[in-house]
């Protein structure tokens, strides 16, 4: 009886990881084919004024897509960790600016700490603004499923999502491994 509830517990446990994993497979390669109004690039760690790896792929996607659409509005999203000397969406806004894009296209919100407040935050930022915006965010491609939850959660709308590329090897596998939790957690607390 003992060994027939342990195996369905694992069967159990792995179902609640791998069906969750499937959905964020499958949207791991999103495109914005038009033109929305502002843009949301999603925060990630930054060396002093220098974005990580991980974070210049989503700021060249912004940069990418302003080339296209140069009247698009950027929101660059993130604070300042205890870790880092300068808040992500200033390091953000900087990287932007070098690249090509207009200052005067860019909001900066730079209290968010997570994923939730990333869209929240940004999100007050729009609330005098007019009715029935074409939101779009860039996030690296791992998150594209739970972020778009958040963002169409938060918006109240469905968000167009335009993905990134990911660390290649071993960095990019464990954001892969970890993103079923993280969902399970944006799923039922961040509300």
Known sequence: MIKKIVLIIFVVAV?????PFGFIYA???????SKVDYLIVLG????????TAMLQYRLDEAVNY????????IIVTGGQGIDESYSEAEVMKSYLIEHGVAEHQIIKEDKSTSTFE????????????????????ITNNFHVFRAKMICNRVFKQDCQALSAKNYPGILGLSSWLREPIAFYKSYFMDK
């Open 15 to 19: 179902l609640l990881y791998f069906v």
């Open 44 to 51: 990630a760690k930054v060396k002093e004024d220098v974005p």
């Open 66 to 73: 302003y080339n296209d659409y140069s009247d698009v509005t």
């Open 27 to 33: 949207n791991k390669d999103k495109t914005i084919d």
């Open 118 to 137: 990333n869209f929240k935050f940004a999100q007050e930022m729009l609330d005098s603004e007019e009715n029935n915006l074409e939101i779009g965010f």
